[in-house]
């Protein structure tokens, strides 16, 4: 079992920058997929960001490419999502979630919601204009 717990949200500033935090606890914390999703009311979840175990591979969506880095410290059982110029329709709720495999053998997985095991329970973030 994998507790992961999100922190870092608040209010910002349209081109204003936060920095998510995802402290992880329970079994082998290294190993696994990490991922970063978002859900505004009224929409579905949808995917932001993820890496495989070691950070090497990382993937975007295309909405928060070059704006968003995804990042993990495995000494400190800890993932990031830095933001930086922030848009208001930015605004949602985000989720840390886990899986637990090393990497994904298909791309197309680490933007899939199902494919992730244990989930946090968000941090809201919101982007004023």
């Known amino acids: 079992q994998v507790q992961l717990v999100e922190s870092g949200g608040g209010l910002v500033q349209v081109g204003g920058s936060l920095r998510l935090s995802c402290a992880a606890s329970?079994?082998?914390?290294?190993?696994?997929?990490v991922g970063w999703f978002r859900q505004a009311p009224g929409k579905e979840r949808e995917f932001v960001a993820a890496?495989?175990?070691?950070?090497?591979?990382?993937y975007y969506a295309d909405s928060v490419k070059g704006r968003f880095t995804i990042s993990r410290d495995n000494a400190k059982n800890t993932v990031y999502l830095q933001m930086n110029s922030l848009r208001p329709e930015d605004t949602a709720v985000y989720y840390c979630?886990?899986?637990?495999?090393?990497?994904?053998?298909?791309?197309?997985?680490?933007?899939?919601?199902?494919?992730?095991?244990?989930w946090g329970q968000g941090t809201q973030v919101t982007v004023s204009s």
């Open positions: 979630a886990a899986a637990t495999v090393f990497a994904f053998y298909r791309a197309t997985d680490y933007y899939t919601t199902g494919r992730y095991d244990y």
């Open positions: 329970g079994r082998t914390w290294s190993r696994n997929v």
């Open positions: 890496s495989n175990w070691s950070g090497v591979n990382t």
